[in-house]
C-alpha cells in the first residue's frame, strides 16, 4: 500500500534551518512529481513547493522562494525540504503529498515545524 512518510520537524529559532524528510513506498516512486504543503493553526493549507519525476522542475510557492529548496533521490524513494532562514509565519505541519491522476492522490500524517525563540 501506499505509504508518506514525514521527519525531521522540530523546534527551531527564526533564521535557523530544517531538512524534512519524505520517505514514500507503495508505488513506482519516479513516475511522480511530489509535494509539499503545510497548514498553520487556523489557515487553509498551503502548497509550498513541487518537484517534478525526474527532478528537473521545481515551483515553490511565493512566501518561501529563495529560502526553501525541494529536492528528491529517486534510488532511496525520498523527497527532501531544505529551509533556511526560517520564520515564525513558517510555523506550521508540513505534509508530502503524491497526486497519482486526477482526484487520486496520497498524502502523510505531516510532521510539526515550529519556529520560535
Known amino acids: 500500500q501506499v505509504q508518506l512518510v514525514e521527519s525531521g520537524g522540530g523546534l527551531v529559532q527564526p533564521g535557523g534551518s530544517l531538512r524534512l524528510s519524505c520517505a514514500a513506498s507503495?508505488?513506482?516512486?519516479?513516475?511522480?512529481?511530489m509535494y509539499w504543503y503545510r497548514q498553520a493553526p487556523g489557515k487553509e493549507r498551503e502548497l509550498v513547493a513541487r518537484?517534478?519525476?525526474?527532478?528537473?522542475?521545481?515551483t515553490y510557492g511565493d512566501s518561501v522562494k529563495g529560502r526553501f529548496t525541494i529536492s528528491r533521490d529517486n534510488a532511496k524513494n525520498m523527497v527532501y525540504l531544505q529551509m533556511n532562514s526560517l520564520k515564525p509565519e513558517d510555523t506550521a505541519v508540513y505534509y508530502c503529498?503524491?497526486?497519482?491522476?486526477?482526484?487520486?492522490?496520497?498524502w502523510g500524517q505531516g510532521t510539526q515545524v515550529t519556529v520560535s525563540s
Open positions: 518537484i517534478s519525476s525526474a527532478g528537473g522542475i521545481t
Open positions: 507503495g508505488f513506482i516512486f519516479s513516475n511522480y512529481g
Open positions: 503529498r503524491v497526486v497519482f491522476g486526477g482526484s487520486l492522490d496520497f
